[in-house]
């Protein structure tokens, strides 16, 4: 009896040491795939930052409110103006257009406008349309990452404004 334990011990110890054997290592490990693809813009259309005329809403994010406008983000294309001096009927007055913009605050009429992966503090003046662009820190901000949170190939003078569904 005691031979036949013995026996299926090292049986059992044999056949678990032949998994050892598999080098896992030769196996291509499964490459994970974003859903989603990049949108790229360049320097100089990041550089273009300009009022418009009130457009539709399309992807509404972050409110700031500042006297009686309310800065709406339209989602990484830029922001609607709003004239909030009768808050009883709010209206659309213009469109900042800037490319890759998420977030923005306000001190001194100064506005300081996360772009994509920069830091941008301007001036605007909606009864002329002008935008005087102060000062641009580049890189600042990590690239956007993916709503899936895969991080974009890097590009020459290109930078991820956006992803979108493939």
């Known amino acids: 009896m005691r031979k036949l334990k013995f026996l299926a011990l090292f049986a059992s110890l044999s056949v678990m040491q032949s998994c050892w054997?598999?080098?896992?290592?030769?196996?291509?490990?499964?490459?994970?795939?974003?859903?989603?693809?990049p949108v790229y813009a360049t320097r100089a259309q990041l550089s273009d930052i300009k009022i418009?005329?009130?457009?539709?809403?399309?992807?509404?994010?972050?409110?700031?409110?500042?006297?009686?406008?309310?800065f709406v983000n339209d989602?990484?294309?830029?922001f609607h103006i709003v004239d909030n001096s009768d808050p009883a009927n709010p209206k659309k007055i213009k469109y900042l257009k800037a490319l890759?913009?998420?977030?923005?605050?306000?001190?001194?009429?100064v506005?300081?406008?996360?772009?994509?992966?920069?830091?941008?503090?301007?001036?605007?003046?909606?009864?002329?349309?002008?935008?005087?662009?102060l000062k641009r820190?580049?890189?600042?901000?990590?690239?956007?990452q993916s709503p899936d949170g895969f991080i974009?190939?890097?590009?020459?003078?290109?930078?991820?404004?956006?992803?979108?569904?493939?």
Do not use: C, H
């Not at 054997?21 to 693809?37: I, R, T």
């Not at 418009?52 to 309310?70: G, V």
């Not at 590009?155 to 956006?162: A, E, G, L, P």
């Open 21 to 37: 054997l598999f080098n896992f290592e030769d196996e291509p490990a499964g490459v994970q795939q974003s859903m989603y693809e």
């Open 52 to 70: 418009q005329n009130p457009k539709p809403t399309t992807k509404n994010a972050k409110i700031y409110l500042k006297d009686q406008y309310i």
């Open 75 to 78: 989602s990484r294309d830029g």
């Open 100 to 109: 890759g913009s998420t977030d923005v605050a306000i001190r001194n009429d």
């Open 111 to 133: 506005l300081y406008v996360n772009q994509a992966t920069d830091l941008v503090a301007l001036k605007i003046n909606t009864s002329t349309d002008e935008v005087q662009v």
């Open 137 to 144: 820190i580049e890189n600042v901000f990590p690239s956007i």
């Open 152 to 166: 974009g190939e890097p590009q020459i003078d290109k930078i991820i404004v956006d992803w979108k569904l493939k």
